[in-house]
């Protein structure tokens, strides 16, 4: 919920320290040899999950990386805890559960050695929506690959055509009204308008779309509004399908259906063409993946391949340019301390950013707190949001079957579970935790992943604990749980106070006027980044990681900056 954080910093030597033993210059003096030796080629500011695996693909790229982090752990938002009782072991989740599996993670743990720990769920088992009194199966294909699993997403046994002649989720003028913005056409977006997720679907789609399936799925996912998240920003990749109906001639009134097949067609033919290495795990694009002992494993393998290039408890405080090189102030356990560096990439959230940057980037301060009337909000949103996670017996659940022979409830044969708001259910979302990945607890339980809190209930952020575990436990009993189940085995819980960047109307321009803060900034080397930037999902940041390493390994290049093993090589054939 799907489609869901601290500062590390250290000091690695410079090879650059050996460069008086080079008599002879390797290329004409140029402007930037002028500049102060600095202590490391890229500090990375932020341990979350963008910022390490950014961190790893640097030293992978063998420059001098430095990874800090505030916090006492990497990863962010990502922890992985395991709980033993006399039942048995529990494996849960703090805060995401999963990922949809793309290239970029399969990359990364492939090349961390972690590969094996991956496991992937049944790509057959579907989301369910609970509305009135029932949970109802979304469509989902079986498994198949290619024009297969096409065909199985369509004519399946939970296909589309399933679910539109044979579902009960939507009426049937709520069918219609989809079936003819899918098939036929819709009005075109207005003009000079930044459009809502809500305005977006409810255009093309109706209002049954959007009530009981989108706005369920967007405040699951991403704890956000549909009423005031920009389409655009928030959902790019589903936005674009409509500019992939209407740049299709015939399709005049722009069906969506037809972008989307178009745009299938295209992803298959880009996947083709860089498909991936036959040394990785085989996977599937999309089907939700973890590891054994949770999503944690992949930036406590990134800590223990950087070792002391990490360092915890790292605040920054201030960031200068002194000699043509970045100076970072940090308060640390050890008293203030100071990193030199020639470049910079933050991935600290945009709440923490304050006036640090304000000496090298004029301006980032005011941006990020700056009045948008449009949303009644200051800077980006982050809201709360608390992540419970509680285990009960199977025997605890409902004894009823469920639609198209996905069998008991008891074994929680799906995704999750998702609430619309007209169901007077608070829980945003419910992840079936143990039935997505093998091995989550002993096989007469259930762990339950709840996600409570968000931008439409901001309260939570104030509330006690226990209140939190009550309120959700209630949701439960309406939903899966049966009306005598004993009280939850609380495994746990754990408020985000500012949990996932809202991309809220206006987001775009946000991004654009930082964009061009960046650009200005003299001689450049610095990039203010996170999922705030890049997508809030995974596998967004992890992708961030492997796609900005490019950007600064060209910015270093170009500033003849040398990796680790070249140094290496020059000053051993100096000596």
Request: net charge negative; aromatic share 8%.
């Amino acid at each position: 919920m799907a489609k869901q954080l601290a500062l590390l910093g250290g000091l690695a030597a410079s090879a650059t320290a050996f460069a008086p033993s080079i008599r002879t210059p390797l290329s004409p003096i140029s402007p930037t040899s002028l500049r102060a030796s600095a202590d490391v080629d890229c500090l990375v500011v932020g341990g979350g999950i963008s910022g390490s695996t950014l961190a790893h693909n640097l030293h992978k790229s063998d420059l001098d990386v430095l990874l800090a982090e505030s916090r006492d752990y990497l990863g962010g938002n990502v922890q992985s805890i395991a709980v033993n009782d006399d039942d048995g072991e529990f494996i849960y989740e703090k805060g995401p559960n999963s990922f949809a599996t793309q290239p970029s993670i399969v990359r990364i743990a492939h090349e961390l050695g972690i590969d094996d720990q991956l496991v992937f769920a049944d790509e057959s088992l579907p989301p369910w929506v609970n509305y009135g009194g029932k949970l109802h199966p979304l469509p989902k294909g079986q498994g198949g690959k290619g024009p297969k699993g096409q065909l199985e997403l369509v004519f399946g046994p939970n296909g589309v055509l399933k679910f539109g002649l044979a579902g009960d989720l939507l009426s049937w003028p709520g069918k219609i009204r989809a079936g003819i913005g899918a098939f036929l056409g819709h009005f075109p977006a207005p003009e000079g308008k930044e459009e809502t997720i809500q305005d977006w679907v409810r255009r093309i789609l109706g209002d049954e779309v959007f009530y009981r399936i989108i706005d369920p799925f967007v405040s699951g996912v991403y704890a956000g509004d549909p009423t005031t998240l920009s389409m655009k920003a928030a959902l790019p990749k589903i936005a674009r399908i409509e500019e992939y109906s209407y740049g299709i001639e015939w399709n005049k009134f722009g069906a969506l259906f037809y972008g989307g097949l178009a745009r299938q067609v295209e992803l298959t033919k880009e996947r083709k063409a860089d498909p991936p290495e036959p040394e990785w795990v085989e996977f599937e694009y999309g089907n939700p993946g973890s590891f054994k002992r949770g999503l944690g494993t992949l930036p406590k393998a990134i800590g223990e391949e950087l070792k002391e290039k990490v360092k915890l408890e790292w605040k920054l405080t201030k960031v200068e340019k002194k000699d043509g090189v970045y100076a970072a102030t940090f308060d640390t356990p050890s008293g203030e301390k100071t990193v030199t560096a020639k470049s910079v990439v933050t991935t600290i959230p945009t709440h923490a950013m304050g006036g640090v940057l304000e000496p090298v980037l004029p301006g980032s301060e005011e941006l990020f707190t700056r009045e948008r009337s449009i949303i009644n909000r200051k800077g980006i949103y982050y809201p709360p949001v608390a992540a419970v996670t509680l285990a009960y017996p199977k025997s605890s659940f409902k004894d009823v079957e469920l639609d198209n022979e996905f069998g008991n409830l008891r074994d929680l044969p799906g995704f999750g579970s998702l609430n619309p708001r007209s169901e007077g259910v608070r829980t945003l979302g419910t992840l079936w935790s143990s039935s997505l990945f093998p091995g989550r607890c002993p096989d007469d339980y259930n762990i339950l992943l709840n996600y409570i809190g968000g931008s439409r209930d901001p309260a939570i952020g104030s509330m006690e604990d226990d209140d939190i575990i009550a309120a959700v436990d209630t949701d439960l009993r309406k939903v899966l749980l049966q009306s005598n189940a004993p009280e939850p085995k609380v495994l746990g819980i754990k408020v985000w106070p500012t949990a996932i960047p809202q991309y809220e109307l206006g987001h775009l321009e946000l991004m654009k006027e930082l964009q061009g803060m960046e650009d200005k900034n003299e001689e450049g080397g610095l990039w203010v980044c996170g999922n705030y930037r890049s997508g809030v999902a995974f596998p967004d940041c992890v992708t961030f990681g492997y796609e900005h390493a490019k950007v600064v390994k060209e910015y270093l290049d170009g500033q003849g900056v040398q990796s680790s093993a070249n140094k290496k090589e020059l000053v051993a054939a100096a000596e």
